[in-house]
């Protein structure tokens, strides 16, 4: 299985949360989205000879895209790939940006699954957020989107936010559960480095996170969810049992994948490679590129590049692998790295923050709760 991302890098306005890479103008984004197609030519040879079975705008803000933009992506990814029939092809959403027009032009393109940003459905946490929808634009959504025919849907959801108590938090996502959202993705509040949310903070103009509210909000997610139906397949997202994500799966599962656009990331197995988070920078890339014709002589000038060693693998496994339902399979492990796992996962098994069955080790729900950690300390 292979996967295709797309970084999209535009947005309305800065979240103070978001540490991403994006522009807030618009002004050169046909002249981005013409190098994003080039790139695509130019790297189609990056993946397995295999159909892609997802692909995924992100950003960024995607829902930005003019038709016409999704157009000329989507005829030069059909021009360098073949895509399996029933392949995940998902565009991120703005509550903002959904409108009866744009959903009929995106209903009647491949998409088949929408990703919408809704993260809170109160006005409060919304403004602190510098979010640009309202919450009555978080509600209309997601019917709006149902009635033109998108019913492969998830939501993105933020708790712990400052004020945020836990009856909010509740309704929250019991308007998801209403509506009948097949997928909920849901991330603690975590102030980024060097973002406004980090500068308000520091000058003690927004309280710090509170880490016991954070973890009690989880802890309530994760009851919550269960007794509805969902299965909680990896750390932050909740799916019902045959709607789980295609391509962040298989980012879990560390299948391959080719990343375009300025700062995307790809993997194929024993390398990382990561492009220039530049706009300016990445489209001159793509055009010096162009005009020499010489891909990879010059592609310092697009990507910068890391060989995974074992034990970067072995890690990179770890941590991906006990973020999941599927775990770390012991048997997948050789030599002093097996016997590296299993001398440090006793202590985790004994403090039931680890469950083992047949040679697979997953996390409890206890130990959901310091996965990063519990990963790191098994890091070779």
């Known amino acids: ?154 939501v993105d959801l933020i708790y712990g936010t400052p004020g945020m108590t836990d009856e909010t938090w509740q309704r929250n996502v019991e308007k998801l559960l209403k509506a009948g959202v097949p997928h909920i993705s849901c991330y603690a509040l975590t102030v980024e480095p060097k973002t406004a949310l980090d500068y308000q903070v520091k000058k003690g103009i927004s309280p710090a996170v509170d880490e016991e509210q954070a973890a009690r909000q989880f802890e309530l997610l994760m009851q919550w969810l269960e007794a509805a139906g969902y299965l909680h397949y990896e750390i932050s997202n909740f799916a019902l049992p045959d709607k789980l994500a295609v391509h962040n799966g298989n980012y879990w599962r560390g299948e391959p994948y080719l990343g375009v656009g300025p700062s995307a990331h790809s993997f194929n197995g024993f390398s990382r490679q990561w492009n220039k988070a530049n706009n300016a920078g990445y489209m001159k890339a793509i055009a010096n590129l162009q005009k020499q014709d010489a891909m990879p002589d010059f592609k310092e000038e697009l990507y910068e590049e890391e060989l995974l060693s074992e034990a970067d693998q072995y890690n990179e496994y770890v941590m991906t692998g006990l973020r999941t339902v599927w775990g770390v399979d012991v048997n997948k492990l050789k030599g002093r790295y097996r016997e590296h796992f299993l001398e440090n996962i006793d202590n985790y098994i004994g403090d039931i923050l680890v469950l083992e069955k047949g040679g697979i080790y997953v996390l409890s729900k206890k130990g959901r709760l310091l996965a990063d950690r519990i990963a790191s300390e098994l890091f070779y």
């Not at 919450?135 to 149902?146: F, G, L, P, R, T």
Request: net charge negative; with cysteine.
């Open 1 to 154: 299985m292979s996967g295709l991302y797309l970084h999209i890098p535009f947005c309305r306005q800065a979240c103070h949360y978001c540490n991403f890479h994006f522009s807030t103008s618009l002004k050169y984004k046909g002249e981005m989205v013409a190098a994003i197609a080039a790139e695509i030519r130019m790297r189609r040879g990056y993946l397995p000879d295999r159909p892609l079975r997802s692909i995924y705008f992100g950003g960024g803000t995607p829902s930005l895209l003019d038709k016409e933009d999704l157009d000329l992506l989507f005829s030069t990814i059909e021009d360098c790939f073949q895509i399996e029939p029933n392949a995940e092809i998902t565009l991120e959403a703005n509550p903002d940006d959904i409108s009866p027009l744009r959903l009929r032009d995106w209903h009647n393109s491949p998409i088949n699954r929408l990703s919408i940003g809704v993260q809170s459905f109160a006005e409060a946490d919304l403004r602190y957020m510098n979010r640009a929808h309202s919450a009555a634009e978080a509600e209309q959504c997601i019917e709006m989107a149902q009635l033109a025919g998108f019913s492969n849907l998830t």
